[in-house]
């Protein structure tokens, strides 16, 4: 499977962004879809995961509530808006694919290349 992330950029604090994630080369829908952060300087991290058929999502602590996971499996595509955007969560965004809808980022197989979000204080 490679994935594709983009919809990275730069914007002030309070503002949104949605990420996208394009898959190919395999069943996406087989798939549960994760994404992950990692700052500067700091461990990578879970954000959201969503299970294959996207019936059940879940969140890590700190985006509950501002961050919305989803996914189109006809379009073989995922996404992640990013609402109320905060300084602290500056990092490189990044997609990928395993069999469990996790926060454990050794049961993903796929990973895509990283998009850069920076919040603006």
């Known amino acids: 499977v490679q994935l594709q992330a983009s919809g990275g950029g730069l914007v002030q604090a309070g503002g949104s962004l949605r990420l996208s994630c394009a898959a190919s080369?395999?069943?996406?829908?087989?798939?549960?879809i994760g994404w992950f952060r990692q700052a500067p300087g700091k461990v990578r991290e879970f954000v959201a995961t969503?299970?294959?058929?996207?019936?059940?999502?879940y969140y890590a602590d700190v985006v509950k509530g501002r961050f919305t996971i989803s996914r189109n499996n006809a379009k073989n595509t995922a996404y992640l808006q990013m609402n109320s955007l905060r300084p602290e969560d500056t990092a490189l965004y990044y997609c990928?694919?395993?069999?469990?809808?996790?926060?454990?980022?050794?049961?993903?197989?796929?990973w895509g290349q990283g998009t850069k979000v920076t919040v603006s204080s």
């Open positions: 990928a694919v395993g069999r469990l809808a996790t926060a454990d980022p050794d049961e993903y197989h796929y």
């Open positions: 080369g395999h069943t996406f829908s087989d798939y549960a």
């Open positions: 969503v299970t294959w058929i996207g019936a059940s999502t």
